[in-house]
């Protein structure tokens, strides 16, 4: 819908269809330059974030404005460390499980049946929580049984997340009188939603208690690198470290989880790309366990990431607010190409979606699927690809997230050596909540590498 205005509208246009104040919606590259690095200071992310998002992930990074924006990102960035992203055995270990997750082979066929989606999101959960909160504490959610504190956590998690997004698309524009007769009627008691919030934080503060309980211990320099015990350096207040720590794995946990998801559909219906990929991890390991720097350099790897970020970035659109009146450099005049006035408190969309799908950017081909696209040096994108966001709050999390999602393609095309699509489904079908996914899940047959 959305690609379809850009392309009858223009790539600038203001509308209130689903709101009652209006908004300017943008795909204009430069346009995104100025809100995000230029004319960073006259924007803010307003407070619907924080109204949405506040009653689980509280104040922090990715919720913050201004100076308290300033103080989490400088307790936060120097964790993300070379040291800690090259750490490949926290993945192994959570790859493992996911293996032993999967069900067992058709006795006849060999192949086993499975939908992926579900053990990737569980195992962005277990190696995000164990790299947030040490081995000890680490969630397993792919192996924990119902009831366990790693699956309260994950249902009141991914609860909480779906209804953020309902709450976002209802409690707006025309919708917003049934939000507040909502409100009215629910009155002091406790809803679904609220619980789910009080789950999460009833798991993590123990957690976050005992290890400032701890006694401070001179580290092992060979030991493994812990968000909680670097943060805890700078601060101990469990509050603050609560609010931090959900902050991130709610910016990293599902956004990684929808891109090995959203890749393993594309591979489930293109088996050229799936034996193109896997003979590059072939060659390139011979069975070995990857090792960081010659993984992050695999080209075919690479080029097939960037294409489903570009085709399905995880965070599909974003906003923010003007804090003063500015203007935009593009979408004003009769042509649209003169510069915009934006008044104080005007809220400006920009959909990464629609900009990666801009011909303008990526040429005609812009509407295909295309990892080879990434092989021409002529293709410098620059604002018109922004998967990561861009700017003073640029993803903290891209190395990150790019070396699990490299990761586990590699361990899979080395344990498997075909992958058959299962879904009937064979096209395209979008659920976009909180990021883009696959609203069918990704049903696949696996054939074990060396199996006849
Ligand atoms: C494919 C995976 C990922 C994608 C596509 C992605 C995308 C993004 C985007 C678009 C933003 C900007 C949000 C905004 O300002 O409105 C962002 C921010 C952020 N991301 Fe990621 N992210 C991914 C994975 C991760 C991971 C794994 C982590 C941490 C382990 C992480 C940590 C963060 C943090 C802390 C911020 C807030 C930065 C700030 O506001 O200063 N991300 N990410």
């Given at each position: 819908m959305w690609i379809d205005r850009y392309q009858q509208i223009g790539k600038t246009f203001e509308s209130a269809t689903v709101s009652i104040q209006p908004i300017i919606f943008t795909i204009e590259p430069e346009n995104i330059k100025t809100i995000l690095a230029?004319?960073?200071?006259?924007?803010e992310l307003g407070s619907r974030r924080r109204t949405l998002m506040g009653p689980i992930v509280g104040p922090g990074i990715f919720s913050n404005d201004g100076a308290a924006w300033k103080h989490s990102r400088a307790l936060i960035?120097?964790?993300?460390t070379k040291m800690m992203i090259s750490d490949l055995s926290t993945f192994e270990t959570h790859f493992q499980n996911l293996l032993k997750a999967l069900p067992a082979a058709?006795?006849?066929?060999?192949l086993i049946q499975v939908d992926l989606m579900p053990l990737f999101f569980r195992m962005t959960l277990d190696s995000a929580s164990e790299t947030l909160l040490g081995s000890s504490m680490?969630?397993?959610?792919?192996l924990d049984l119902p009831g366990s504190a790693s699956m309260r956590f994950m249902d009141a998690f991914d609860y909480v997340q779906k209804k953020i997004h309902l709450r976002n698309v209802l409690d707006r524009g025309w919708m917003k009188p049934f939000g507040l007769v909502y409100t009215l009627a629910k009155g002091s008691k406790k809803d679904q939603f609220e619980q789910a919030c009080e789950v999460v934080h009833s798991i993590i503060d123990p957690m976050i208690l005992e290890f400032l309980r701890r006694p401070v211990t001179k580290k092992d320099p060979h030991s493994k690198y812990v968000f909680l015990e670097e943060m805890a350096k700078v601060t101990r207040d469990p509050l603050e470290l609560r609010y931090e720590i959900l902050n991130v794995l709610m910016a990293g946990r599902d956004t990684t989880a929808a891109l090995l998801t959203n890749t393993f559909f594309v591979l489930a219906r293109r088996p050229d790309l799936w034996d193109r990929v896997r003979a590059e991890v072939e060659e390139t390991f011979h069975g070995r366990l990857p090792e960081y720097e010659t993984m992050r350099n695999m080209k075919q790897v690479k080029n097939l990431l960037s294409e489903c970020l570009r085709f399905y970035?995880?965070?599909?659109f974003n906003a923010r607010t003007a804090k003063a009146n500015t203007t935009l450099p593009r979408g004003g005049g009769p042509d649209g190409k003169s510069p915009l006035f934006i008044k104080k408190g005007q809220q400006v969309d920009y959909h990464v979606y629609c900009l990666h799908r801009s011909p303008d950017v990526f040429g005609e081909d812009a509407h295909l699927f295309r990892p080879e696209r990434w092989e021409d040096p002529v293709l410098r994108p620059g604002w018109g690809y922004i998967p990561f966001n861009g700017g003073a709050r640029i993803c903290l999390g891209q190395q990150f997230a790019l070396t699990e999602a490299s990761y586990v393609l590699v361990r899979l095309m080395q344990e498997f050596e075909r992958m058959d699509n299962r879904d009937p489904v064979e096209a395209w079908r979008e659920q976009i909540g909180l990021v883009t996914k696959t609203r069918n899940g990704t049903s696949v047959a696996l054939k074990r590498a060396g199996s006849r």
């Open positions: 230029t004319d960073f200071d006259s924007f960035r120097p964790n993300f058709d006795p006849h066929s060999g680490a969630f397993n959610s792919q970035p995880p965070v599909p």
